[in-house]
């Protein structure tokens, strides 16, 4: 087979102009694979099948053998961006992501640029538009589904005057201390008249507030302590 320098080119480039479109979207929205993992992943794929198309001749030469490997070879690179924390799972969506992106290099590797560019509007408009629709069904499961399956953030601040801040962060540091929480942080800010406010940022793998209000019931016990109060937040899978 002639090798035609313009045709090969213009695969090449559409390959990774694709790919980087793609993965615009993903690091427009900060997620772990952005526009280089995806621009590489897409002009991998059309390098591959290039080979495939113009590396092998004969009877029994089968050039869709090299798309085919690449369907299956991209799952190791999609399971990199896959992670466990606790009871979530983030990075599905970024998986799935850099799978179409291999697949829109392989159509513009074979030659089908148009449908690559229409694959790459597709794969966009469905990370950006489906975004609001998944979040509607998840908000129909209601609170309580919510709440016992996903991933709970506790910010606890406690305020006492400057003079007591070791001791007393030491107590929140041991009130915090339980199998059921995860520590993130714990620091300290001044206040105003010689106060000092201590904060602590736990995770728990479920909402569940009486296990928090248990833990606090030393450091609210405690006369030195001024004030406490704490917030919650669900953590959202980040796809």
């Known amino acids: ?12 480039f559409a390959g990774v102009g694709c790919g980087a479109l ?13 526009v280089r993992t995806n621009a590489l992943v897409s002009l991998g794929a059309t390098l591959f099948v290039i080979m495939g198309a113009y590396s092998f001749h004969g009877p029994d030469a089968d050039p869709t053998r090299v798309a085919a ?4 070879g991209i799952g190791f690179l999609g399971a990199g961006v896959i992670m466990k924390q606790g009871a979530s799972i983030s990075g599905l969506n970024t998986a799935a992501t850099l799978w179409a992106s291999a697949a829109v290099g392989a159509l513009a590797g074979g030659g089908l640029v148009w449908v690559a560019v229409v694959g790459t509007a597709v794969v966009i408009a469905a990370n950006v538009l489906l975004r609001p629709v998944g979040r509607a069904l998840d908000d129909r499961v209601g609170s309580r589904g919510r709440e ?5 953030e506790y910010t606890f601040e406690v305020r006492c005057a400057q003079e007591n801040e070791i001791p007393i962060r030491a107590v929140v540091f041991e009130a915090v ?15 105003p008249e010689d106060l ?5 940022v736990v995770i728990s793998q479920q ?9 606090i019931a030393d450091v609210i016990r405690a006369p030195e302590v001024l004030g406490v109060r704490w917030t919650a937040d669900d953590l959202e899978p980040v796809d």
């Open 1 to 12: 087979m002639v090798l035609d320098w313009a045709e090969i080119l213009t695969r090449i």
């Open 22 to 34: 793609i993965g615009f979207e993903r690091q427009w929205r900060a997620r772990t694979a952005g």
């Open 69 to 72: 490997q690449i369907v299956s």
């Open 148 to 152: 016992n399956n996903s991933e709970v």
């Open 177 to 191: 201390q339980r199998p059921e929480f995860t520590v993130q942080s714990i620091g300290a800010s001044d206040l």
């Open 196 to 200: 000092v406010v201590i904060t602590a």
């Open 207 to 215: 909402r569940d507030d009486k296990q928090l209000e248990h833990a």
